[in-house]
């Protein structure tokens, strides 16, 4: 399976900020997606990041808050914009693998908003 | 969408016993069914899969089922090991060209074995 990393892997922020999480694999992927993971809960999807084209959100979620980059095959990142308490979690990454459809998950980001 | 529901939310079990985790789906379109093992300060780990064409598949000591037709698969772990002590998650989901494999999870299973 590939290799994924995230950075950074933690942080603690204040509130009304904005943090960039960075999200490298060691294989083109097409598809990778971005997930939240509050404590003790279990994984939500944010958004899909498709290589070329716009990410697709999920109900709940919306660019202006959670704005994705995916410049190519191989990295995307997710900006957890104007924070609050609210918005800490872990946020993980994961890519698809092609053809077999698995996803495999980075380390995670925590984040932590005072 | 698809729901997944995940029992139990919790689970003991003593050491060389077996656990089971049990999930069900609405969709009758999904078509792959993951079950991830996630450690504390871990990321989620791919532990089996099925697919909606194999009713039962296993892996050594891991084992998973499959009924479409009532909609729900399983995870069974026999000979239980303190290091199977992890939570599971459970996922359904079925195949969309724009948003590629979209997993739905279930609510996870905090599995402990008792040395």
């Known amino acids: 399976s590939a290799v994924i990393s995230q950075k950074p892997s933690r942080d603690i922020c204040q509130r009304g900020t904005s943090l960039t999480i960075q999200c490298q694999v060691d294989?083109?992927?097409?598809?990778m997606f971005w997930y939240r993971q509050q404590p003790g809960q279990s994984l939500t999807l944010i958004a899909t990041a498709n290589q070329g084209s716009e990410a697709t959100y999920e109900s709940g979620f919306v660019i202006d808050k959670f704005p994705i980059s995916r410049p190519n095959l191989t990295f995307s990142t997710l900006t957890v914009s104007n924070m609050s308490p609210e918005d800490s979690s872990i946020y993980l990454c994961?890519?698809?693998?092609?053809?077999?459809?698995?996803?495999?998950f980075g380390p995670g980001t925590r984040l932590t908003v005072t | 969408g698809e729901n997944v529901e995940q029992h139990p939310s919790t689970l003991s079990v003593q050491e060389g016993d077996s656990a089971v985790i049990k999930c069900t789906y609405s969709d009758s379109a999904s078509n792959y069914f993951p079950w991830y093992k996630q450690e504390l300060g871990k990321r989620p780990q791919l532990i089996i899969d099925?697919?909606?064409?194999?009713g039962e598949k296993k892996d050594q000591r891991i084992a998973v089922t499959l009924n479409k037709t009532a909609k729900h698969f399983s995870l069974h772990i026999t000979e239980t090991q303190p290091e199977d002590s992890a939570v599971y998650f459970c996922a359904a989901s079925g195949t969309s060209s724009k948003t590629g494999n979209q997993f739905y999870f279930g609510t996870g299973t905090s599995l402990t074995v008792i040395p």
């Open positions: 294989s083109q992927v097409t598809m």
């Open positions: 099925i697919r909606s064409n194999v």
């Open positions: 994961s890519v698809e693998s092609f053809p077999e459809g698995e996803q495999y």
